[in-house]
């Protein structure tokens, strides 16, 4: 039956109302916060709340998760507790409290990330077939709540947003959990003995420098993007539609996931998305007219879900099986925490600065060059001869 427990339809509510009360939350975040009186030094201060405690949250719940073997259990929990989080941040007026409860949202939304793809890439349904719906309804989302925010109330998205949790919640509930491999003395390790592991991994490490120096000012652009294109002369609305387009143009990579990456190698999967990303912040750094810059929307759907999909595989493929979770954690850390909050701090400052297009441009210019470095360590990236995923199959 297509209800039971553990059907494919659950895998996809999950995925899909996730990313939609993400895509409600977040999309237009900074638009909202400009709209009440926050300059770009307090945004950044504010959405970088996110980034900080995400660098808590990842490697805690990836942690709790092996701890417990228990991906499910540690999801739910956190979803339960961004939903709070969540309707708090939408009665805050005060600074601290709009840092504090956007961070703790947002935070539980991180930490959740890699236990969704966990639980997800266990399954018995391919991968890209459920991310797909995360996809679609992200996509739907940020278009959603540009109009809500236009022609209803800002306040109104925050209500849409938690009744996507609740959703998310009851796809959880009716998934299957991760199955334990036969224990054995082995699998009892110590924080020292994962993090010992991690740093003799050089495959590993490099990654996660990639995985740094790309992922940083791909999400500070996910708070000033939006903004350029208000700065430009475009409309909330119009912000939603070019999130819209970009996240829809994102489903034939998420589609074909399984085999795209059976065909390309992940290094070359990340010098195609860093390219990409190159040509789009420096065609963003020349601010262009607001419709020119939805004309990008093809590249920042493929560079955004390439990445994405790269880092689940390439960590499953060089990591012990028992620290999957924990290593996922901690690179998303460093990438989506630590060095979103350094780009999304340093973007605001030049904004508020220069202020005006000029601040946009040098803005721009600066990710694309910091990409590019990605890119050209990219073309060193090697896997493990042991763990090529060919030997695995």
């Keep these: 039956m297509m ?8 895998y996809a509510l999950a995925n899909g109302m996730f990313y939609y009360s993400w895509g409600t939350f977040a999309c237009i975040i900074s638009v909202y916060l400009a709209g009440v009186g926050y300059s770009a030094t307090e945004i950044s201060f504010i959405t970088s709340a996110a980034p900080l405690f995400a660098m808590i949250s990842q490697p805690v719940c990836g942690m709790i998760a092996d701890k417990l073997k228990s991906p499910k259990l540690v999801g739910i929990v956190c979803l339960i ?43 018995s349904y391919p991968f ?37 949790v609740g959703l ?14 036969v224990k054995t003395n082995e699998e009892h390790f110590t924080f020292h003995e994962m993090l010992k592991a991690l740093f003799k991994n050089k495959a590993f490490i490099m990654f996660v420098v990639i995985y740094v120096l790309f992922q940083g000012p791909t999400s500070a652009n996910s708070v000033y993007m939006p903004l350029l294109i208000k700065e430009l002369g ?16 994102e489903l034939p990579a998420v589609l074909f996931s399984d085999r795209i990456m ?46 994405i999909l790269v880092a689940v595989r390439i960590i499953m493929d060089i990591v012990d099986e028992r620290f999957v979770n924990s290593a996922y954690g901690i690179s998303s850390m460093l990438a989506k925490g630590f060095s979103a909050f350094i780009f999304q701090m340093i973007s605001g400052n030049i904004i508020d600065y220069f202020s005006g297009a000029e601040a946009y441009t040098i803005v721009y ?17 090697k896997m493990p001869a042991h763990r090529l995923r060919q030997e695995r199959e």
Excluded: E
């Design 3 to 10: 209800l039971r427990k553990g059907s494919y339809f659950y």
């Design 168 to 181: 998310t919640v009851i796809g959880f509930i009716n998934m299957q959990d991760v199955k334990p491999q």
């Design 128 to 164: 890209g077939a459920i991310r797909v719906w995360g996809s679609v309804l992200y996509a739907i989302a940020c278009q959603v709540a540009g109009f809500v925010y236009d022609y209803i109330s800002p306040l109104a998205n925050y209500y849409i947003f938690a009744v996507a």
């Design 81 to 123: 507790l961004c939903m709070i989080s969540g309707l708090l941040f939408a009665y805050s007026q005060n600074f601290i409290f709009l840092f504090l409860f956007n961070g703790l949202t947002q935070g539980f939304l991180n930490g959740t990330t890699a236990l969704s793809d966990r639980l997800a890439t266990a399954s």
């Design 262 to 307: 059976k065909r390309i190698s992940y290094r070359h999967l990340m010098i195609f998305a860093g390219g990409l990303s190159v040509v789009r912040f420096v065609w963003y750094a020349t601010c262009p007219a607001p419709m020119m810059i939805m004309s990008m929307f093809f590249f920042q759907g493929l560079t955004s879900i390439i990445f």
């Design 234 to 249: 475009g409309t909330t609305a119009m912000v939603g539609t070019t999130l819209f387009l970009s996240t829809m143009f």
């Design 365 to 381: 210019f600066m990710y694309a060059l910091i990409i590019l470095l990605a890119t050209i360590l990219a073309f060193y990236f």
